[in-house]
DNA sequence: TGTAGTATCTTTTTT
DNA sequence: AGATACTACA
């Protein structure tokens, strides 16, 4: 024991944490609360195996992002040997898997240089599909038939079981689609994100050797951010850690926020049911936050009543009140959040670096970076549009696809003719059909033009340039010397350089610009890393993801989704944008607790990333879609306890043209608590209505109750409105 | 086949 | 309101 103690590794630990970590055998459960020093109980243990004498390469950790592998190996590399941190398996579930699948592609009929399909690759086959499905778009729309197959895949239902478990035609058409996509992708030699999940665990179970050689491998299993594992991931950590049965989950319940995308919270009890032996511990001591942040987090999380049990505590200072702003509108919203960004600058106590904001959707973060801008402010967006997301990127991209995996049908597409090369939607057409009847590529189809009927002579004579183009530059590559100048010569060839050069508009030039940063960023990787290969640069970049990109240690103000906030914590933090219908952010549907519940973990996830300082606020008016909507502050704000809150109204109001709306129109700030479950009147969805100001409308949505019941009325002279039945004086016809 | 003009949609959250 | 997708023409 003794010995123990003097372990460097060991010390800076609380016992709770300490004894988690030596906690070296078999399964191991650890309910982490905010702020509890969960990475470090990681990194620490991981170190403390190496210490022991477990080999690194025995070693696999899981996390939710690339970036948290990338700051737990170095954290790693302090506490231990640097070389021995290099050894270990760290990264997210979806590239150690991708890693895993390339080395054992052939077993499941694919090449090791299988293109890796983003959301926006499978939505385009998605789209096809559908087309030649013939159905009315309205009630099978790609988004939400993707989605369907998405959940499906994370719960391990083939297209099979799909069609079998269907209830009715439209399950039993989705499940076709779902079958073609599956095919189609196969063919393409593609795996979607889901796939890397289903594939991995479709290798282990039809090839057990192939599975006993991984759980040799890794002999000990940690899991970071457990609370956010779907079906699939729990599965496959059950195959890889059956064996030797060291695995070590950590995880908070209050901060699962992925159940959309098939998180399931029951993972968690289900560990405890798989492996009855499981020892569990708790991280209860908060290091990160004020006690009043803590208290006000803790307030509204109570509110959730699917939870664990437990308390959170901190021996921080008691810290100051959060403050919560009232605004106008979304343009004044951004401009308070700036104002006091500069008041807490000039007060000298934080920098730009310590602040961030935090919002619900992306779309909001144009009025802040607006506002930033016009006053010079350094700020980074996360998120959002990311560089890889571009089409002039995904554009050369495709190109590069291509070279690797002829195969890859929406490599093809993408290109074929981009730059415009005289291949429009007929030829195309002509092509997919004839790929689609002989279960063959495109690009394998351009062997047999003179087979494919309604081409024009000066298509195939456009196409057969084309493969020879991509042939002979694939021979060139695969000499494996001058890889780079051979990519930058195929790219100049391509002629997307000088499409944009002739357009010339100031956002050719930006997209010009990107190609060019894109191109050096190539060069970087392949002569910074002697053996690695463009078909490693591909798949790298395929999972990477925006947070894992930015750098957050420099002096700028962060700017990101509250998903993206996930696992960081700032000085500073503003949450934004806090109305009913935006966050909590309902899309109109039937509602759901669960939903409910998940967006009061979400915010809950928001204040606890906060070390001293809360901002919280909200705007009465929003603009969306060139509507105006009134607002109603989020629900949320009246669940946190009132003594811990102090309310404002924005000052610097914006000029606005005087409705019949006046100040008694909106909620007094003080009335935050009253917030109470009376029954919403008479009025029903359907209903039409006259308003005295904006005239006959009908009503589409309603919610809340008592002082907050509002509807959505959608009125023939101006559109939709969100009004408060309060002051509305709505008028039933 | 490419373009100009028009209709329609957009805003969840991410690997 | 602005961007994208679709349609009718050159």
Redesign the pocket.
Known sequence: MHKEEDNPILKNLNPAQREAVVAVEGPILIIAGAGSGKTRVLTHKIAYLIDIGIPPQNILALT??NKAAQVMKERIASLVNPEASKRIWAG????IFARILRLEAHYLGYTSNFSIY??EDSLNIIKRILQNYNVSNNKL?P?SVHHIISISKNKVLSPQDFIRNASNQTEKIIGEIYKEYQDYLQQNNAMD??DLLVNTFELFSQFPEILEKYQNRFNFILVDEYQDTNRVQYLVLRQLSSKYRNITVVGDDAQS?YR??GADIRNILDFQKDFPDVKIFRLEQNYRSTKCILAAADSVIKFNKKQIEKKLWTENPEGELIELYQCETEKDEANLVVKKIKELISGGEYSLGDIAIFY????QSLEFENALRRENINYVVV?GLSFYKRKEVKDVLAYLRLLINPDDNEAFVRII?EP????????LTHLLNYSRENRISLFKSLEHLENIPNL?KR?ITILEEFRNWIITTQEKLNEGIGTAEIINEYIKNSGLISMYEEIATDDAFDRLENIETLLSDIYEFLTQNENMTLNDYLQQIS?I????EKNLSTEQVKM??L??AKGLEFPVVFIVGLEQGLFP?N?FRPKDLDDEEEERRLFYVGLTRAMKKVFLTYAKIRH???DELYQVPSKFISEIDRSLLLTFESENKTFRRPTTYSKETFVNSNNFNEFDQTEDGVLRIGDRVVHPFFGIGKVEHLEGSGNFAQALVNFESVGRKRLMLQYAKLKKL
Do not use: E, V, Y
């Open positions: 939710f992002t997210t579930f979806h590239s983003d959301t729309n988004d994100f889901d926020i959309w995308r619900r959707t992306n779309a998120g003719n415009p090369r005289g291949i429009g939607k007929t030829t024009q298509s999972l993801s925006d947070i894992d990101m989704t998903h993206s952010l899309r969306r879609f060139g």
